[in-house]
Nanobody, 115 residues
Framework: QVQLVESGGGLVQVGGSLRLSCAASGTSDTIGTMSWYRQAPGKERELVAR???????DYVDSVKGRFNISRDNGKNAVILQMTSLSPEDTGIYYC?????????WGRGTQVTVSS
């Protein structure tokens, strides 16, 4: 069983930056695709960014050029560096990983961007 622990959320002003981290425990195997999703109040959860095991990345259009996803396969960790934050980035950010076809979610970390 894989457990995911997210950290790094918080309150930041418009234009600020935050760094989210997600560490996976319960396995020593390299994990597959690692992703960050977010859910804004009253909206559905959406994919923000994902990174494949060998580093291929994908971003939702609204964060391209502002967010950067990276991973440390040795630590089974994924990082989301967020810059130029806007109020539209407010929401709960969830880490999601895939391991041998099974999907695991973290509990989420709140990101609030104030104007």
């Amino acid at each position: 069983q894989v457990q995911l622990v997210e950290s790094g959320g918080g309150l930041v002003q418009v234009g600020g930056s935050l760094r989210l981290s997600c560490a996976a425990s319960g396995t020593s195997d390299t994990i597959g695709t690692m992703s960050w999703y977010r859910q804004a109040p009253g909206k559905e959860r959406e994919l923000v960014a994902r990174i494949a095991p060998f580093g291929t990345t994908d971003y939702v259009d609204s964060v391209k050029g502002r967010f950067n996803i990276s991973r440390d396969n040795g630590k089974n960790a994924v990082i989301l560096q967020m810059t130029s934050l806007s109020p539209e980035d407010t929401g709960i950010y969830y880490c999601r990983v895939v391991r041998y076809g099974s999907v695991y979610w973290g509990r989420g970390t709140q990101v609030t961007v104030s104007s």
